[in-house]
Nanobody, 117 residues
């Protein structure tokens, strides 16, 4: 059974940092493109970043480019999102998801990130 479990969210002041983790089970993380998404209250889910299966390419949406870094630890089968210079508008529930070649069918339960001003 494919499982993705996010952790690392919390309350942080603007300008602070958090590192989110996404622990994968039921599949080998480095065989797939994996991505980070977020959803703020009253807004649609937004794609933030994804990393290729070989981890040699990473993509970021403009709003987080230069502040967020995606990485993976294959030995731990875990994906990370290092978030620096956080802003109040980064407040959202953050999710990781696995790409199956056509869609994102597998999602974690999410972790809440709240950035205070």
């Amino acid at each position: 059974e494919v499982q993705l479990v996010e952790s690392g969210g919390g309350l942080v002041q603007a300008g602070g940092s958090l590192r989110l983790a996404c622990a994968a089970s039921g599949f080998t993380l480095d065989d797939y493109v994996i991505g980070w998404f977020r959803q703020a209250p009253g807004k649609e889910r937004e794609g933030l970043s994804c990393i290729s299966s070989s981890a040699d390419r990473a993509y970021y949406v403009d709003s987080v480019k230069g502040r967020f870094t995606i990485s993976r630890d294959n030995a731990r089968n875990t994906l990370y999102l290092q978030m620096n210079s956080l802003k109040p508008e980064d407040t959202a529930v953050y999710y990781c998801a696995k790409w199956d070649g056509n869609s994102w069918p597998d999602w974690g339960q999410g972790t809440q990130v709240t950035v205070s001003s």
